[in-house]
């Protein structure tokens, strides 16, 4: 099992930039493949990125390839989402989760992942 805590949310201007941290408990962090979801209100939980468990291979929504990336430190037991080049369309609560297994297409779905942050406001003004 394991426990997550995102931060790093906040108020940015268009066109700025936030790096996300989501901090895992336990010690089996480096067995787990990561995901960071957001959810804007009035819409569905829609997924941003994946990444697997050795970091070597990281999966982006299109409407932001280009402009984040997705990282881990499994020393940390952190994963990261930095953030550039912000758009009002960005704004969302921003929730990273886990899942125990890799799957190119699971990952890309909320309900196929066992773990879940509380979630961190990103709110992007135009």
């Known amino acids: 099992q394991v426990q997550l805590v995102e931060s790093g949310g906040g108020l940015v201007q268009a066109g700025g930039s936030l790096r996300l941290s989501c901090g895992a408990s336990?010690?089996?962090?480096?067995?787990?493949?990561m995901g960071w979801f957001r959810q804007a209100p009035g819409k569905e939980r829609e997924f941003v990125a994946a990444i697997a468990r050795t970091g070597g291979s990281s999966y982006y929504a299109d409407s932001v390839k280009g402009r984040f990336t997705i990282s881990r430190d499994n020393a940390k037991n952190t994963m990261y989402l930095q953030m550039n080049n912000l758009k009002p369309e960005d704004t969302a609560v921003y929730y990273c989760?886990?899942?125990?297994?890799?799957?190119?297409?699971?990952?890309?779905?909320?309900?196929?992942?066992?773990?879940w942050g509380q979630g961190t406001q990103v709110t992007v003004s135009s």
């Open positions: 989760a886990a899942r125990p297994t890799f799957s190119i297409t699971a990952m890309r779905i909320h309900t196929r992942y066992d773990y």
């Open positions: 336990g010690r089996t962090f480096n067995t787990y493949t």
